[in-house]
């Protein structure tokens, strides 16, 4: 639901070697792209490790006025573990970016109203533009690179939580709401290829 708290958790790999253009993670978005979240790679060609880096951003709005963003580095080269935070707690009202189960970033505070997304499509490795007041996101390229174990919480997923169950799989619970581990078998299947929910 478009009211509850928010966290999008996984393991990504952005290629080294390479310049990205703005590609989008996942996203979930209503039709005027003005109310939704997007997780997202900005555009970057920095070379401050050998690998390279590349920033990860989290947006999130309902209607053009109401929006929080915040951006985190990883390196690229690496799979990293991630997990993006829409903490609705009174008194919060905050994103929180997360690398390796460790706070990276937060966002500067206001309280989000419910988003109207409850029937729009939640997208993995493209997507369409995030406006917010000032500012539109706009994906140039599908995601290049690799994600494992995708999970989408309703709750506030914090650092504690992450650790103990980043490198093991995780049960169902009313608060996992879409869980990809992307380990389905390999080999020739009739119909189009598809992942398996295990929330």
């Excluded at 963003?69 to 009202?93: E, Q, W, Y």
């Excluded at 966002?107 to 406006?131: D, Q, Y």
């Amino acid at each position: 639901k478009g009211s509850d708290h928010l966290s999008v958790e996984m393991h990504i790999y952005v290629p080294s070697g390479t310049t990205n253009d703005n590609q989008v993670i996942c996203q979930k978005i209503n039709s005027n792209t003005e109310s939704g979240f997007t997780l997202a790679l900005s555009s970057s060609s920095a070379k401050s490790s050998p690998q390279g880096e590349c920033d990860v951003m989290f947006m999130v709005s309902s209607g053009s006025i109401f929006y929080l963003s915040a951006s985190m580095t990883i390196d690229k080269g690496n799979f990293h573990h991630i997990c993006a935070v829409l903490n609705r707690t009174p008194g919060k009202n905050q994103l929180e970016l997360y690398r390796e189960a460790e706070l990276r970033v937060t966002s500067s505070f206001t309280s989000i109203p419910a988003m109207p997304i409850e029937t729009a499509p939640l997208v993995i490795g493209s997507g369409t533009s995030h406006k917010i007041t000032g500012y539109t996101f706009i994906p140039e390229s599908t995601l290049s690179g690799a994600v494992d174990e995708f999970r989408v919480w309703h709750q506030r997923r914090d650092g504690g939580r992450q650790k103990t169950e980043m490198l093991k799989n995780v049960h169902p619970t009313d608060q996992l709401r879409l869980y990809f581990k992307f380990n389905e078998p390999s080999g020739t299947f009739d119909g189009q290829s598809y992942v398996i929910d295990s929330s």
